[in-house]
């Protein structure tokens, strides 16, 4: 059997072996650093916003809904926080008129205030609508965080924080924007802060 045609058994733990690899050597610093914006922000009311493409638009939505309630698991005690990817009507509008690399920009330039925060997912870091989101959010005064995989493309440098697993492969990319997320939400629920 050739290399291209592994059992499934060998090709999934070799997909594992991968994942494992990225984690193993990971720097975990930026991923402390974003827990303790998200906490702050979530001590002091300020939004944290989500946006990303495809799999990462998946992504963005899933981790809104997790900060959302289920940080809390109470009324009214979650974050403020909101994807960017969820409401077709407003993404499809924008495309249309103003163009698709606007469609969180010009969601970000009326929803969002000076001490909120934009988290960007991507793959590549190189979306066009992405790089305008962390454009508009550095204007307002809004930090910006990116997880990026492959290079880190222009994502890298716009963003405030930029948090960079060096892996060529956008399914694992996407997998660790979710296991950063899920990572950070178990220690907001062990480190809720004060008011919550």
Sequence with gaps: ??????????????????????????????????????????????QVFF???????????????????????RTGGGM????????????TCLANDVGYDSIYSEQLAVQGQKGDLLIVLSGSGNSPNIL?????????????????????????AMADLPIHFDVNDMQISEDLQVIVGHMIMQWLCQNKPEAR
């Excluded at 946006?51 to 940080?71: E, P, Q, R």
């Excluded at 403020?80 to 993404?91: E, P, Y």
């Design 80 to 91: 403020r926080v909101l994807s960017l990817a969820a409401n077709a009507a407003v993404i």
């Design 51 to 73: 946006c990303g493409n495809g799999g990462s638009a998946g992504n963005a939505i899933h981790l809104a809904n997790d900060y959302l309630y289920g940080i809390a698991k």
């Design 1 to 46: 059997m050739s290399e291209n045609n592994k059992l499934p058994t060998a090709f999934f733990s070799d997909y594992a072996s991968r994942l494992q690899g990225v984690l193993a050597s990971a720097d975990w610093s930026g991923v402390a650093q974003l827990a303790e914006d998200m906490r702050d922000c979530w001590a002091n009311g300020r």
């Design 132 to 156: 305008k989101a962390l454009e508009q959010a550095r204007a307002m005064g809004v930090r910006s965080c990116a997880i990026l995989g492959y290079s880190g493309g222009k994502a890298k």
